[in-house]
């Protein structure tokens, strides 16, 4: 592994997308130019989206720079999780079957449901009376 290795890989969930560019590093996580503590202030954010690097005992091994946009908090940390586990799975192949087996390389495919004509939203219907 040379020190100009770089691994980028993208993770999607609902309407977030992250862009994931890890190096050998010291562990530093920077989102979209913020520090990683500064970006989630919610601690449950902050678990998701650094379980493929705590799983794989690889935290202070590589540092993280992504770029997030759409959705919201909890949707980016989702999409940086599977961001993460797809470029460490680059960096090292034999990860594979822990990720499998946690399911951090799976696409979370449940997106918002469109609205339908006639309704009030996906599936609400307007107040009904009988007369």
Do not use: C, H
């Not at 309407?15 to 990683?36: C, H, K, L, Y």
């Not at 989630?40 to 650094?50: G, P, Q, V």
């Not at 951090?104 to 609400?124: C, H, I, S």
């Amino acid at each position: 592994m040379t020190e100009s290795t770089k691994y980028v890989a993208l993770g999607r969930r609902k309407e977030s997308t992250a862009r994931v560019r890890m190096e050998p590093g010291d562990g530093q996580i920077t989102i979209n130019g913020r520090p990683f503590e500064k970006y989630f202030l919610r601690e449950t954010d902050r678990i998701i989206a650094k379980q493929p690097l705590a799983i794989t005992e690889s935290a202070g091994k590589f540092n993280v720079a992504a770029r997030l946009n759409g959705g919201g908090l909890t949707g980016q940390a989702g999409a940086l999780r599977l961001g993460i586990a797809r470029a460490l799975l680059i960096a090292d192949s034999n990860f594979k079957d822990i990720f499998r087996k946690n399911g951090y390389l799976t696409r979370d495919p449940r997106m918002k449901e469109r609205k339908k004509y006639g309704l009030k939203g996906a599936r609400k219907r307007f107040q009904w009376t009988k007369r």
